[in-house]
C-alpha cells in the first residue's frame, strides 16, 4: 500500500508540470495525484525545500516531503483578484521585464519586437512599415542638464536676427484689421500711449488724480487730430528715452515728431494763405500741437532755443483759434501766458504778449480775469494774478540792468525802488485762494517766497544779507513739507531756481539739491539738469563775491543755455 502523503507539505517539481504528471519508467499516470496549493506568486527557488532523508513513496516519482517545510512570506495588502505570473527566462532562469529597446512600430502595437536592425522581422512579417528605433537616451546628471538648458538659451547671431524680425514683423502688420485709436499704429505707439496716460499727463501740470487737464483736454481731441496725436506720442516717447536710450524707441519717437511738424507746417501754410478771409478758423488740434512740442522741448533738454518757434506758433494761432470748450480756452491761455512770462524771466528774450489786438482781442474776459476759486488752474500764477506781479518785476530788471550796462550810478534810482515798494505790498498781498495746509496752498506759498527774492534779487547787489536767508530758509520749510509724489512737483523748477540763485548761505545748499532730486524723480524732463548747472555756476560766482552772480540771465547766454526753465 503506497505510503500516504500529506497535502500540505507535497508540492511538483518544475519537471513533472511539464510533463503533465506522467510517470517516465511505467508511462503511465498515477491514479491519486495530490492536489496542489497555489503558491501565489512565490518562485519555487523561493521555498527552500529541504530533502528528506528516505522516501516512502517510490510510485509517485518528483513528490518529495520534509517534515517542516518552509512556508512563503504572506504579502501585505489585499491579493490581487488575477494574480501576476512571473515570466522565468528558460535560458538564463531570470525574470525578464518588457524591452524598451523594440522598434517605435512594435512598442506601439504594443507587440513583442525581435530588434533586427535596420528593420525588425516582425513588422516585416506582418507587412508593416518598420518605423526603426529611437535613438538611445543617456542618463545625464543635475548639473549637466542645467549647463546644456542655458547653453539652449544664450542668443545667438541667428536667433537675434530672427527676433528683430518677428518684432519688425508684428509692428507693421495690421493683418488686415483697423486700429482702435488713429495714429496708435504699432506694439511701441501702443507702450507710447499707454506711458503717456499713466505717467508723461500727469507730470505736466497740477491734477488731484480725478482731473488731468492733458487727458480730460487734449487725448479726446488727439482722437479726431492725427497732427496732435503724434505730437502726444512724441512726447511720452521722448520722455521714456530720458531712462531707456533704446534706439529703437528713439527711432520710433523721431518719426512721430517729424510727423507732427510735417502736419503743422501744412495747417499754418493753409492758414497763412486764407489770412485776408473773416471765416478762417484754426482746429484746436493744431494749437494744442504747438504747446505739446513746447513741452518735448522741455522735455529733451534743448538748449538752442527751439521751444520759442512754437511759442510762437502759438501766439499767432490763437487769434484765429473758434475753440466751443470754454474748458480749453483757459487751458491754453494759462499754459501760454505760464511759459512766455517766464521764457523772460531767464533768457533776453523779449517778445509781444499777443500777435495782434491786444490781451482781451485774443482772449474772453471771463478767461482773463483773476481767480481765486480753490483748485482753479491747472498752474500756478496765472489765473490768481500772480504772473502780473512777475512780468512788472522783469520790466524793472530789464530797466537796472540797461543802467549797469551802461555803467550809470547809482543803478538803482529811487523811483526805481518807490516801485519795487509797491510789487513788495503786491507780493505780501497775494492770496492763491488754497486751503491752507493743502498741497496746493504749499506749492503757492513756495512761488511767493521765490517772486520775493526774484523782486529782492533785481534792486540789492548780490551779496548775502539778514534779509535774503529767513526768506530762503523759510522757501526750503515748506519744499520739505510738499510730498515727493504731489503733482504740484511738476511746477516746482523756476521756483526752486530762484531759491538756489539765493543760497548765499552753505547750509542751504544740500537742501536746494535734495529738492531738485525729487523734482527730476517725479518729473524726469531734460531741462532740470541744466537749471541745476546753472544753479552751481552761479554758486561759485557768488561764494567768491563777483557781481556777476547778479545776471544769470547773462550767465545762461556765457554757457550756452537757451532754454525754459519750467
Not at 540 to 553: H, K, N, Q, V, Y
Amino acid at each position: 500500500m503506497p505510503a500516504t502523503t500529506t497535502r500540505s507539505s507535497t508540492t511538483l517539481s518544475a519537471d513533472d508540470e511539464d510533463e503533465g504528471n506522467t510517470d517516465p519508467e511505467e508511462g503511465k499516470t498515477p491514479s491519486a495525484v495530490p492536489k496542489i496549493e497555489e503558491l501565489d506568486e512565490t518562485p519555487i527557488e523561493a521555498l527552500n525545500l529541504s530533502q528528506p532523508s528516505n522516501s516512502n513513496s517510490p510510485e509517485i516519482k518528483g513528490i518529495q516531503t520534509s517534515a517542516r517545510p518552509a512556508e512563503p512570506k504572506k504579502k501585505r495588502g489585499r491579493p490581487r483578484k488575477n494574480p501576476q505570473v512571473t515570466r522565468v527566462d528558460v535560458k538564463g532562469g531570470k525574470s525578464s521585464s518588457r524591452s524598451k529597446t523594440g522598434c517605435i512600430t512594435c512598442r506601439r502595437r504594443k507587440k513583442k519586437c525581435d530588434e533586427t536592425k535596420p528593420t525588425c522581422e516582425n513588422c516585416k512579417n506582418n507587412v508593416l512599415v518598420c518605423e526603426g528605433y529611437a535613438a538611445p537616451q543617456v542618463w545625464k546628471g543635475g548639473t549637466k542638464r542645467s549647463e546644456e538648458r542655458k547653453d539652449l538659451f544664450l542668443p545667438t547671431a541667428e536667433t537675434i536676427g530672427l527676433t528683430v524680425l518677428v518684432r519688425r514683423l508684428s509692428s507693421t502688420t495690421h493683418h488686415g484689421l483697423p486700429t482702435i485709436v488713429d495714429g496708435v499704429e504699432t506694439d511701441m505707439d501702443c507702450r507710447f500711449f499707454k506711458h503717456f496716460v499713466c505717467n508723461t499727463s500727469r507730470v505736466l501740470t497740477l491734477h488731484d488724480n480725478r482731473s488731468i487737464p492733458f487727458q480730460d483736454l487734449l487725448l479726446p481731441m488727439a482722437e479726431q487730430h492725427k497732427g496732435l496725436m503724434h505730437s502726444l506720442l512724441a512726447l511720452s516717447g521722448l520722455h521714456i528715452v530720458q531712462v531707456e536710450p533704446d534706439p529703437a524707441i528713439i527711432e520710433r519717437q523721431h518719426h512721430h515728431f517729424t510727423a507732427a511738424i510735417s502736419i503743422l507746417n501744412t495747417s499754418v501754410a493753409t492758414v497763412s494763405a486764407l489770412e485776408d478771409a473773416q471765416d478762417v478758423t484754426v482746429e484746436d488740434g493744431t494749437v494744442a500741437s504747438t504747446i505739446v512740442l513746447c513741452l518735448i522741448c522741455n522735455c529733451g533738454g534743448s538748449t538752442k532755443g527751439e521751444y520759442r518757434m512754437h511759442l510762437d506758433g502759438t501766439r499767432q494761432l490763437l487769434p484765429k483759434g473758434r475753440s466751443k470748450s470754454a474748458d480749453f480756452q483757459r487751458f491754453i491761455y494759462e499754459f501760454y501766458m505760464f511759459h512766455h512770462v517766464l521764457n523772460s524771466l531767464t533768457t533776453f528774450d523779449r517778445r509781444p504778449l499777443v500777435a495782434e489786438g491786444g490781451r482781451n482781442g485774443l482772449f474772453p474776459d471771463f478767461i482773463v480775469r483773476p481767480s481765486t476759486q480753490p483748485g482753479t488752474g491747472a498752474l500756478v500764477g496765472v489765473l490768481d494774478g500772480l504772473f502780473e506781479l512777475i512780468k512788472s518785476i522783469t520790466a524793472l530788471r530789464d530797466i537796472i540792468r540797461a543802467r549797469r550796462i551802461a555803467r550809470q550810478t547809482p543803478c538803482v534810482r529811487y523811483e526805481h525802488l518807490s516801485q519795487a515798494n509797491e510789487l513788495d505790498v503786491g507780493i505780501r498781498n497775494w492770496d492763491p485762494g488754497q486751503p491752507a495746509g493743502s498741497p496746493r496752498w504749499l506749492v503757492a506759498q513756495v512761488w511767493r517766497q521765490s517772486t520775493w527774492i526774484y523782486l529782492y534779487r533785481t534792486v540789492q547787489k548780490s551779496k548775502p544779507s539778514p534779509k535774503i536767508t529767513p526768506v530762503v530758509d523759510e522757501g526750503i520749510t515748506y519744499l520739505r513739507q510738499l510730498h515727493p509724489g504731489d503733482s504740484g512737483q511738476s511746477i516746482m523748477l523756476t521756483p526752486l531756481f530762484l531759491l538756489g540763485c539765493a543760497a548765499f548761505a552753505d547750509r542751504q545748499r544740500p537742501e536746494i539739491e535734495s529738492a531738485f532730486d525729487k523734482v527730476q524723480t517725479y518729473r524726469n524732463f531734460g531741462n532740470i539738469k541744466h537749471a541745476r548747472d546753472i544753479v552751481r555756476k552761479l554758486w561759485t560766482l557768488m561764494d567768491a563775491g563777483d557781481e556777476r552772480s547778479w545776471d544769470w540771465e547773462g550767465i545762461m547766454m556765457e554757457m550756452g543755455l537757451d532754454l525754459l526753465v519750467t
